[in-house]
DNA sequence: CATCAATTGCAACACTGTTGCAAAACAAAC
DNA sequence: GTTTGTTTTGCAACAGTGTTGCAATTGATG
């Protein structure tokens, strides 16, 4: 619980989401890591207090107000990044931009580099690109050290 | 059907796989293809022919003998694409190395791009950085025309 | 043909994600 | 504070994907 109390319902009221118990507490979960939590991770560490039915629905309504994005690994596994605090790999407050997922081959975190650029490419004549996903995988910052 | 019934067992024998009917079927498939296949649309393509496991382990052993390589869309679905013939955007019989995918919005396709240059990306200190996955999405050649 | 190894199909299972519905919690009005 | 209507939650059920174990089949080899 790094975050206040107060923080995480006045975060919730911002975007007019009823602070109820679970969401609070899934917030905090998220503010309270630098990198991407799975549902199932959620689902563990709140052990038995919710369904994780509710979790997922939670989960979509947080990405429907811009609390956190989805991201999909390489490997198919979903997770879950939160767009302010801890969710980044520089203190930005917000990076709903988009910007490189860096995947740790060590622990297996998720983190969101935002303090780079996301280069541009150019595509074969015929091939119209909208948008550019990239992602990176490696050691991360703490295994490395 | 359109490559040679002895051709896909040449390259079925060239990588020590024994010809069976299952595994003639689905090279021919890719063959067949310029575009990454799930194991959905395999199951569908062949309906009723073979079991579905049969279809998993026949896809695992393609990639494990470089014949096809998986690939996990930003929306988490799995495809595998062929390494030789259509599986590419120009016709390169072998494209083993990392390239881009390119999903379309409209076919739901996807294609490797490995015609274009993977770019270099510098990750923040601290970072180790070993593989860069990049995909594109938007409109591909045919639906854009 | 007999033998042994590889391949296949089937049953069962785990995991992820979705939907419908009824109970519970909550906010607003009386 | 009680009634009323809306949101939220939990539960049951289900679909899709992928994996494993095992027995039956197929195929190669002598
Ligand atoms: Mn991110
Ligand atoms: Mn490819
Ligand atoms: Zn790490
Ligand atoms: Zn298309």
Redesign the pocket.
Known sequence: MAEEFNEIIAVLKAQH???????EEILNLFFDVNHAL???DI?LKLKN?????????????FGNKGLIHKI?DNS???KYASHGHGGCDVNFKHHKTNHIHFKCKQCGNIYCLCSIEVPKVDVPAGYEMQVLNLSAEGICKICSS
Do not use: A
């Not at 207090?49 to 309504?61: A, G, H, P, S």
């Open positions: 989401i009823r602070p109820t118990k679970i969401r799975s549902h199932s689902f207090k919710f369904d994780r039915v509710t979790i997922y629905r939670t989960l979509e309504m999909v198919g596994v979903t």
